[in-house]
T-cell receptor
């Protein structure tokens, strides 16, 4: 079983829509959680950390459910520039990040 | 400030040849990571250096792969001999805080 599993999508949404997706992780001892963003043929970049209480960063909201071992990301008021692959990332120790395969989001005009 | 620099950006080589990928991390970062990304396996950690010392190389696929970090500003990943299944994008990343990793643009390797 993979450490981090994501729905690959793609999620095709119109501008202004809300899109949400989850990922699940297998290691209950995982300590930290993040979302990275990867544009087509580019490098991954940190989007935001995910805290137990849930957190927002502008139009982005991340949630963590430790009991069910899943993480979610919600994007409100989608922009064309939000089109990317979103990588769910889990840290099981103080240096190793496990990356999900990514969820592709395409925002259309 | 310059980000992580990788070279070459693209490499096409024949099976059996030696391949050397290079990375210059962000100045001041004390951790360096080499990753490989493929469609089938996603992003995999190959090796992690902290203060130029290899800490975890458990992701290195086999003895054909080796990595060095002779100083704080340079690292190499070498594949010898290369095989077609090594074809992938190889990323180098550096960080001060482990979770905030800054990735280089990657080297797209094709082994024919």
């Amino acid at each position: 079983r993979k450490e981090v599993e994501q729905d690959p999508g793609p999620f095709n949404v119109p501008e202004g829509a809300t899109v949400a997706f989850n990922c699940t992780y297998s290691n209950s001892a995982s300590q930290s959680f993040f979302w990275y963003r990867q544009d087509c043929r580019k490098e991954p970049k940190l989007l935001m950390s995910v805290y137990s209480s849930g957190n927002e960063d502008g139009r982005f909201t991340a949630q963590l459910n430790r009991a069910s071992q899943y993480i979610s990301l919600l994007i409100r008021d989608s922009k064309l520039s939000d089109s990317a692959t979103y990588l769910c990332v889990v840290a099981s120790n103080d240096y190793k990040l496990s990356f999900g395969a990514g969820t592709t989001v395409t925002v259309r005009a | 400030d310059a980000g992580v620099i990788q070279s070459p950006r693209h490499e096409v080589t024949e099976m059996g040849q030696e391949v050397t990928l290079r990375c210059k991390p962000i100045s001041g970062h004390n951790s360096l990571f080499w990753y490989r990304q493929t469609m089938m396996r996603g992003l995999e950690l190959l090796i992690y250096f902290n203060n130029n010392v290899p800490i975890d190389d458990s992701g290195m696929p086999e003895d054909r792969f080796s990595a060095k970090m002779p100083n704080a500003s340079f690292s190499t990943l070498k594949i010898q001999p290369s095989e077609p299944r090594d074809s992938a994008v190889y990323f180098c990343a550096s960080s001060l805080r482990f979770y905030e990793q800054y990735f280089g643009p990657g080297t797209r390797l094709t082994v024919t």
